[in-house]
């Protein structure tokens, strides 16, 4: 008779949950950049749906939200802060971030004026890809 064909290898296990982060950053007046960073682990996967910005104190400047891959800004959204106090996004396609990439909110403050407190909030789901377990003989 014939032997029994081996089992096959048992693939990566997946976890994934909802995700969500606030980034938010204080810049000077006057030109000074500045950032705050959410980066993902090297076995995670983030796919973001929704985007908040925000701009309470209605300063002026610039706004970028960017994604970050192997120390490198891409802009995905460059705005003007006094276009908006508050702006949402939904995505039909979610924005993805792959391992070791990272979300990024990037401020340059106009000069004469107070400092620029702008925020983002971020939802959507995050994924982790888990090592399989040791094989038991």
Do not use: W
Not at 106 to 123: K, R, W
């Amino acid at each position: 008779s014939p032997s029994p064909s081996p089992a096959p290898a048992p693939g990566p296990v997946t976890s994934m949950g909802p995700f969500d982060t606030r980034l938010e950053v204080t810049a000077p007046p006057g030109g000074s950049d500045s950032a705050q960073v959410f980066t993902l682990g090297k076995n995670q996967t983030l796919s973001i749906t929704d985007l908040v910005l925000e701009n309470p104190l209605t300063s002026r400047g610039s706004v970028r939200v960017q994604r970050v891959v192997n120390n490198t800004n891409q802009d995905l959204l460059v705005l003007r802060l006094e276009n908006f106090h508050e702006q949402e996004y939904t995505f039909s396609s979610p924005i993805v971030f792959g391992p070791n990439q990272g979300l990024r909110l990037d401020v340059l403050c106009d000069a004469n004026q107070p400092a620029c407190i702008p925020a983002l909030y971020a939802t959507g789901s995050m994924a982790t890809v888990l090592p399989p377990s040791p094989a038991h003989t």
